[in-house]
């Protein structure tokens, strides 16, 4: 049964062709949600609550690509989570300076010191310094950045899932590059070799 | 030399990254990239950035996120929700039947009684015995006398006293009826005047209560025999004084203010509803959401 049969089938009610398209984009879904929250526990229940809330709104849904409409129910969900924490702020991931009672904004903390395989521990690290980048990063270029080059979905699917012109596409994504080059180059050293930025023909 | 790049270059560079460029673009920016140093550095940043992105793990689910049954069901809102929108609904449906029992002709006449009766009694008196009623209580004639309202204009002195409620609104038909009646006779010298004045009913009564007829006699009648301006424009050396002033101790009938309006009392009762049923509306409503 193709992907249009299945949205054909849920629409009038039928639960499991509904749970066969969840299969689907479950993975793609929760990985979105992961990135835009940077909480597995909170992406969980995002992904469940997009899921649920596709279901219920499959009458929106006019036709393309449906990858792109599931992704738009994640985003839009993980948006509601992100106002909701803005609203009750909790104690913030960043460790404080007891001196000032300011956060510490050097990315010296995020490096771990667990004992582990170097590689991993590079890669650890690289993701902790993206993960950094991208909380520090507007939402909606978040959401972007993160479908395109995460979930590596095309300019079109993205334009859909967001509800924003393709133009816009483009020029938000060129500038959430260039805000994570720039947030990326201050690890420096911290990233492996490999994602360096700065190559002798820049320095 | 190097110049900076624009964000419509990095816009240009970040596309031909993702081969989101049209051909003419493509070579446009293909030229660059031969010409230019900092073209290549950014394209070079660019492709890092994307690369570090892309290597980033994957994150397997926890769990399958199915939803069952259960899950769709839709959950009930409480015994509240619906009994707030049936008192909302009820309210308003009240609040409109007493609004428009409001505006049935039958109601406006019962609504105001009082003003009537006092109209017919004292046309009934002035038709009964017009010359004793001119002698024991002839209607009162003020031009800017405290009660103002109707009387012809005289606004500026009556504002400086405030009118008792209600007593300034009746009024007897404004200057206009008034000087219907100041017709000078031929033989009189210029500008000599008569009163002459009749009760006359008041046309529109209001339905503020009807005052209490006063019998206080206190005709305005201008001396026959000097020739006075017409309506209050005294001579230069009267002007400033008050002429046939009310006694300051004189006391004022005011209408008896106990006495409940049917009218005000449905307006109000209406208000109140058309309250109650925004209120329920708005609870039961912040009630379902709460509960979707």
């Not at chain 2, 209600?166 to 404004?174: A, D, R, Y």
């Given at each position: 049964m193709d992907e249009v049969a299945l949205v054909q089938a849920a629409r009038q009610g039928d639960l499991d062709a509904f749970n066969r398209l969840v299969l689907t984009y479950q993975e793609m879904a929760f990985n979105l949600a992961c990135r835009m929250l940077n909480d597995e526990d909170a992406a969980e229940d995002a992904t469940q609550t997009a899921f649920l809330s596709a279901y219920r709104h499959l009458d929106g849904y006019r036709g393309g690509s449906f990858r792109a409409w599931v992704m738009r129910m994640v985003t839009n969900t993980c948006y509601d989570e992100l106002r909701r924490r803005h609203r009750r702020p909790t104690v913030p991931l960043e460790p404080v300076n007891p001196e000032d009672n300011e956060e510490i904004e050097s990315p010296a903390w995020l490096a771990d010191d667990a004992p582990s395989p170097e590689t991993t521990l590079e890669q650890r690290e690289l993701e902790h310094a993206i993960q950094h980048c991208l909380e520090a990063m507007p939402l909606d270029f978040r959401a972007v950045l993160i479908m395109v080059d995460?979930?590596?979905?095309d300019y079109i699917e993205v334009a859909e899932a967001v509800r924003t012109p393709l133009g816009t596409i483009k020029s938000r994504l060129a500038r959430a590059r260039l805000r994570l080059r720039d947030c990326l180059q201050k690890f420096g050293e911290l990233l492996p070799a490999a994602y360096r930025l700065k190559t002798e023909e820049t320095q | 030399m190097t110049k900076r790049l624009t964000s419509k270059d990095y816009a240009l560079l970040s596309a031909y990254m993702d081969g989101m460029l049209s051909p003419r673009e493509r070579s446009k920016v293909e030229k660059q990239l031969e010409a230019r140093v900092e073209f290549r550095t950014a394209l070079y940043e660019l492709q890092q950035t994307r690369k570090a992105m892309r290597s980033l793990p994957r994150k397997r689910v926890p769990r399958n996120f199915l939803i069952t049954p259960a899950m769709v069901q839709p959950r009930r809102a409480p015994f509240a929700v619906g009994a707030l929108r049936f008192s909302s609904a009820m309210a308003a449906i009240a609040a409109v039947i007493l609004t428009l029992f409001q505006l049935l002709p039958s109601f406006q006449m019962a609504a105001a009684p009082a003003p009537e009766l006092y109209a017919e009694s004292t046309s009934v008196a002035a038709l009964q015995s017009p010359a004793e009623a001119m002698d024991s209580a002839p209607p009162i004639i003020q031009w800017g006398a405290p009660y103002a309202g109707g009387m012809g204009g005289g606004g500026a002195e009556g504002l400086a006293e405030p009118a008792p409620l209600?007593?300034?609104?009746?009024?007897?038909?404004?200057g206009a009826d008034a000087l219907k009646e100041w017709v000078p006779t031929p033989t009189e010298p210029a500008g000599r005047i008569e009163l002459q004045s009749e009760s006359t009913p008041t046309p529109y009564p209001t339905p503020t209560p009807a005052p209490t007829p006063t019998p206080t006699p206190t005709l305005v009648t201008l001396p026959l025999d000097q020739a006075q301006p017409i309506l209050?424009?005294?001579p230069e050396e009267e002007q400033g004084t008050v002429v046939n002033?009310?006694?300051?101790d004189r006391e004022i009938d005011l209408p008896p203010v106990n006495q409940p309006r049917p009218g005000l009392v449905l307006r109000t009762a209406a208000v109140i509803l058309g309250a109650l049923a925004v209120i329920f509306f708005v609870a039961a409503l912040f009630l379902r959401r709460r509960f979707r």
């Open positions: 995460i979930q590596g979905m | 209600g007593m300034g609104q009746g009024g007897v038909g404004g209050g424009v005294a002033a009310e006694p300051a």
